[in-house]
């Protein structure tokens, strides 16, 4: 057992040391501290360029009503009268005096109009906002003009009344599931980021080391069973270090800039309120989802003799977390679709899947039990049968990139 907690330490210091681990963890803590700051570096990067917007109102009657509405909408767009031209309110916005230009009138039906101008129209919100207001005030100039009293105008524009209510007494609320939907984004992007840069970390570390001729030395004093198990393990706990570090450092720099993040994205992902079990269920998710991939990137990595075959062998694998990621994705919007459900149980997608529908419905339990217990059993199958690959593999040499080499590495597993 010492020689499998040697190769596990090898391989976990070995790759801590690397310059893109360090690399890789130093942009994700900038990243994360651009993230945390982003309302006050984009308000101080705002603040060197002018956002009013010139307006010529040839009605004479609109402006101060688009204005009242811009308020009423918690609009921040400043709206300058221009007492010029409209050529020179162009001119204007070309030198960068103003950032758009707006020019009011009335069509023929003495109907609010608006035309828009701006150097590019690439920053659409803007346009879209003045766009929303000019339809209401021209809704509101109609109702006029059709005399109607203002009791029914109040009605008109009074919010309808629309309300959501499950029939299904164990249906999660909204809340719940804002809460839940953090969660799944959260392990979605983990699990596949992980898989992705990890799966292939496995491979090329065994490819590396049957390149140079090091695998020859490692089988005769270590069994290939636990050398592969202590690569994954190696490389497992070298992700958690990782995961450790940016997650332990978002949740403080997010604890200490909470007053500022409120709203937006960071109260989308709120999870405050989430469930226990929810956690749970995430982090067992996770763990069984890495074994499975980790088992078959070993496997493959040791098919290939070379570091630029890798990435051939191992594009089923990729291909797999990536199916499952789009399934879970589109799953998100639609979490009791048929086919988000079949998947649920198909063990390369139901790390993802299953921990979807778990957070998104209200799942029978059996169906979560069943769910991993074939996970665990694919987990068991493709180890045992890795380690038979592995075996046989690592004594492979010469070209190689395809996967009828499973068939020769069984065959020379079996060999004394």
Partial sequence: MNEFWVVMSHTYWSKFKTK???LTSILSIIFIIIISNAPTIIEKLSNGENEEIAVIDESEEL???LREKLDNADADIKLITFSGSESEAKKSVKNEDYYAFIKLE???NELPKATYYANNITGIENQEIIKEQVQHLKDSVAIQQADINKEYQDL?????EFDTVALDQGAKTNEELDQARGIVYIMLFLLYITVLIYGQMIATDVATEKSSRVMEILISSISPMKQMFAKIFGVALLGITQLVIIIGLGYITIS???NELTGGL?????????????????ILFFLLGYLLYAMIAATLGSLVSKIEDVQQLTMPMVLLIIVAFMISILGLSMPDAKFVTISSFIPFFSPMIMFLRVGMLDVPFWEIALSMVLLVISIVFLGILGARVYKGGVLMYGKSGSLKDFKKALKLSGNK
């Fill in 266 to 282: 960071f109260s989308y992902f709120g999870l405050e309120g989430a469930s226990i079990s929810l956690f749970i269920y995430a």
């Fill in 256 to 258: 200490l800039k909470k």
């Fill in 63 to 65: 402006l101060n009503p």
């Fill in 106 to 108: 009335l069509d023929a």
């Fill in 156 to 160: 008109i524009y009074s919010s309808v």
């Fill in 20 to 22: 893109s681990f360090l």
